[in-house]
């Protein structure tokens, strides 16, 4: 069956402040979608490409009809572009309703994460042919992480966060993407999504916990540095130097 890889660039892009969908927010001097579309079509294994958009924005559906034109002549056989939904998991949703017959594997990936190298793509590929049906990537974290809980000071009453928790370091990944899943088992988990509560519902910040939560094994590979999500400026100017090469 052929791999169809989504890229989900719908989000408007609120803590990067640009005041435009961050999908159009320039790296390097060419939109986020464009780096992270050529990054799919670089790794190579994708039969079928859907790119999820915010509604009604003509620039990005220019920058789409280019890379539609860029991905045939990369030998991808179908690209479509969606409108994207409300939250992540429904734009990632929008796009699944897509998916030709000939689909059986996809990867869902961020267009916040236009520098994910083509190794990462290759690790999550490999995986799913011996026999994973979810799969992410994922580094060791290098912070402590703690669990926190409202809380008040003592003396005053002043609203703060108290430590609730001290998760082993050693047993934690910050997770990225492309996540890799077999097309019926994300599906699945997607309709599981439907049945959520608004609160759940929130709490879902990736495709893997869904697929958790109607408990299927999710496969870990290796990450890379180069996947980071590009959320605020900071991370910006990490990965405009990133580009320039130095630091790759
Ligand atoms: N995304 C999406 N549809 C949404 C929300 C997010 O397709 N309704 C996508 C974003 O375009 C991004 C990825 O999901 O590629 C990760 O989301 P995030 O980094 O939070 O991007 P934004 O939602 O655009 O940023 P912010 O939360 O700062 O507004
Ligand atoms: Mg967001």
Redesign the pocket.
Known sequence: GQCAVVI?????????GHGV???RVPLGGEPMLVHAVRGVLKAGMAGQICI?IPAGDAEIEGICAQLAGEAAAAGVNAFSVVE?????S??VRAALAVMGDAVTTVLIH???RPLAPAGVFDRVTAALRDGAKAVIPALAVVDTIKTVIPAELPATGAGVEKVSGTPARHQLRAVQTPQGFDLAILRRAHEYALTLDEVTAAAITDDAMLVEAIGEDVYVVQGSTHSL?I?SPTDLLLAEAMLQGPLR
């Open positions: 989900v660039a719908a989000g408007s892009g609120q803590r990067l969908p961050k999908a999820a994207g939904g409300a939250d992540r429904a734009s961020d267009a916040a999500k959320t």
